[in-house]
């Protein structure tokens, strides 16, 4: 997230500054690709992708939420984080360049589970390939999946041990109110809880099990729909 980057900055900024004008901005279509980090698992039964739509007449948003469709992951994120331009899913966007961001995993870094998000990863570039033209074959697709717009990273207040609620799991359905997490002390008594904020699905869970106060435990997406 450094973008436009800077000629004489860091190493990283420096790379986003030549990496910019002499890649990206020649691109047609962009896919970038991400995980939930090392204290996380998303984003739901087998990833989500994100984009950005903001509805009838943004005919670069129409093409980004088509190549997510394609990709098949079970839920979609439309304009999940707005006006964080120093993206390069930002940039490709402000060149007229449609663009997804598929999330894959997390946590799981054990070889099965390792091995299976990469090939979601694949497979989704490959299936976008075919909807693009860029492949021969038709691009097949999952016929339905969780649509929502916004979210929130929920977080805790108090230090403690996070445990998630029984029966709840990543794209679960929830309730605004609804018990989430429960944060418990050394002795297992509760000494907070994170609520879901409102209707929503669940496209983040905290695994790493201890959380200071402020860290975030779930993320929640808003006007979830399939």
Same mark, same amino acid.
């Given at each position: 997230?450094?973008?436009? *980057? =800077? ?6 900024? %420096?790379? $986003? %500054? ?7 901005? /020649? ?29 009838? *007449?943004?005919?670069? +948003?129409?093409?980004? /939420?088509?190549? !997510?469709?394609? #990709?098949? &992951? ?7 984080? @707005?006006?964080? *331009?120093?993206?390069? !899913? ?7 360049? @449609?663009?997804? &961001? ?13 091995? $299976?998000?990469?090939? %979601?990863?694949?497979? *989704? ?11 021969? +074959? @038709? !691009? ?14 929920? /977080?805790?207040?108090?230090?403690? #041990?996070?445990?998630?609620? @029984? ?15 429960? =944060? ?26 201890? !959380? %200071? ?14």
């Amino acid at each position: 997230r450094v973008y436009p *980057g =800077v000629e004489h900055g860091s190493l990283t900024q %420096h790379m $986003a %500054h030549v990496y910019l004008p002499e890649v990206l901005s /020649r691109a047609q279509y962009m896919i970038t690709m991400h995980r939930a980090g090392l204290q996380h698992m998303g984003y739901g039964t087998d990833g989500m992708v994100i984009f950005e739509y903001e509805g009838d *007449g943004d005919e670069v +948003g129409k093409k980004s /939420r088509e190549m !997510a469709k394609a #990709f098949g &992951c079970a839920i979609l994120s439309k304009n999940s984080h @707005p006006g964080l *331009g120093t993206t390069s !899913a930002a940039q490709a966007r402000a060149r007229g360049i @449609p663009v997804i &961001c598929p999330e894959i995993g997390g946590t799981d870094r054990l070889p099965d589970s390792l091995d $299976a998000n990469v090939m %979601h990863h694949v497979n *989704g570039v490959l299936n976008v390939m075919r909807h693009l033209g860029m492949l021969s +074959g @038709p !691009a097949t697709s999952r016929g339905k999946w969780i649509e929502f717009s916004g979210d929130a990273h929920i /977080r805790i207040k108090r230090d403690g #041990f996070v445990l998630v609620e @029984p029966g709840i799991q990543l794209g679960s359905m929830l309730k605004k109110g609804q018990k989430v997490v429960s =944060v418990r002390d050394v002795f297992g008594r509760e000494v907070d809880s994170v609520i879901s904020p409102w209707d929503g699905v669940l496209t983040l869970i905290r695994t790493y099990s201890f !959380a %200071h106060g402020g860290d975030f435990a779930i993320e929640v997406g808003e006007n979830a729909r399939w």
